[in-house]
Every structure is written in C-alpha cells, then in structure tokens.
C-alpha cells in the first residue's frame, strides 16, 4: 500500500472506532477502578481491538468466499451499515449495533470490562470489521496487501490505548460537549465514507450504472 492510502485507512478506521467518544463508557466502566486496574482495562480493550481486527482482515476473505458473497455485495451491505452507525453518531448517540442495552448493563454492573464489550463490540464492533474486511478485499489473494493494513490497525489500536490511559484527562479538558461534538465529527466522515462505500460495491455489481 501507499503511503497515502495508509493514512487514509488509518483515518478511516479512528473515525470508525471512535476511541474518544467511548471515554464516558470506558470511565463508567472503570469507575472505582484503582489507576492499575484502569490502565490494565485499557491495554486489555486495545489489545482486543488489534486481534479482532487482524483477524478479519486475513480471514475475511475467506468468509466471505464460504459464504459464496461477493466483496462488491458486501460493500454495499457494510456501506448501509457504516450508515445506520453514522446516523447515530451524528446524534450523539451510541448505535444498538456497536451497545445492546443488555451490554451497557454489564458495563454498569461490573460484570465484563475490557475485552467485552469495550474492546468488542464497541471499538471493534460490526463496523470497523466491515471495513477491514473490504480494505483487505481491495487486492483479493495479496498478502502484502494485506500486511499493509496492520500499520493502520496499529495506530489506532495505539489511539486507543492513549485514549483510555488519558480518559479523564481528556474528559475533563473536552466535557461531554466536546466529546459530542468529535462523535458528531466521526459520524459525519463515516457517513460519507459509506456513501463511497455504496458506490463502489453497486458499480461492481451493475457496470451498467457507470458507463
């Protein structure tokens, strides 16, 4: 991969995550945690969202070949999903896709930090899977390709380590409102990536649309 297409992938993909807006969960979630049990939740949340995303960006493709789906089709699929998930967060919501209400009740109860479900499905939720999944698929077969993608997941994955491990620093310094207005920010980069998103996966499936 180019340089440029890896910071535009990396880009993607923080807009995606969000690292920032999860802090108020994340802070929810570790609240009453000594600073170790916190920064310890922060590295298990990162180092979940590095594997997860790793994982699907080799084997997505062969997923999707045993399932017989074209990556055009899921092009379009994963563009309609990056949409609902910018919808939400243009409204400064957390989408059902990346939080059940069941989740958020784990999360106020203690019960699963870190590796569920701040690590996934929040952060490596449907979302940011979908598009690995594509990323990789733009050069099917290529292992550098591929290998290339582990620069972009890293950086983030690092962003959301520094994230969490300076959660109430950032908190204090931005306020909900600030946060609110970098979530609306992310949706809107996300809404317009899976515009292009769409718009590829159609113009694979009918050339006919582009001639």
Avoid: C, N, Y
Wanted: aromatic fraction near 6%.
């Amino acid at each position: 991969m180019h340089f440029a297409e890896l910071i535009q992938a990396a880009l993607s993909l923080f807009a995606i995550v969000d690292p920032v807006g999860v802090i108020p969960i994340f802070m929810l979630a570790t609240r009453g945690f000594s600073p170790e049990q916190s920064h310890k939740a922060a590295w298990i949340s990162s180092l979940t969202v590095w594997l997860v995303l790793v994982i699907f960006t080799f084997m997505g493709e062969h997923i999707l070949r045993f399932f017989g789906i074209r990556i055009e089709a899921f092009s379009v699929a994963g563009g309609l999903l990056l949409l609902t998930l910018a919808m939400s967060m243009l409204h400064a919501h957390v989408s059902p896709l990346r939080q059940t209400p069941e989740e958020a009740m784990e999360v106020e109860e203690k019960e699963a930090v870190g590796a569920v479900p701040l690590g996934i499905p929040l952060l490596a939720g449907p979302g940011a899977i979908t598009h690995v999944i594509i990323a990789a698929g733009a050069a099917p077969g290529d292992v550098v390709h591929q290998a290339g993608l582990l620069i972009p997941i890293t950086l983030v994955t690092l962003s959301v380590w520094i994230s969490f491990r300076a959660a109430p620093v950032i908190a204090r310094r931005l306020g909900k409102t600030g946060i609110h207005v970098v979530t609306r920010l992310m949706g809107l980069i996300i809404a317009a990536i899976s515009v292009e998103m769409m718009a590829r996966g159609l113009a694979g499936l009918f050339p006919g649309l582009t001639s």
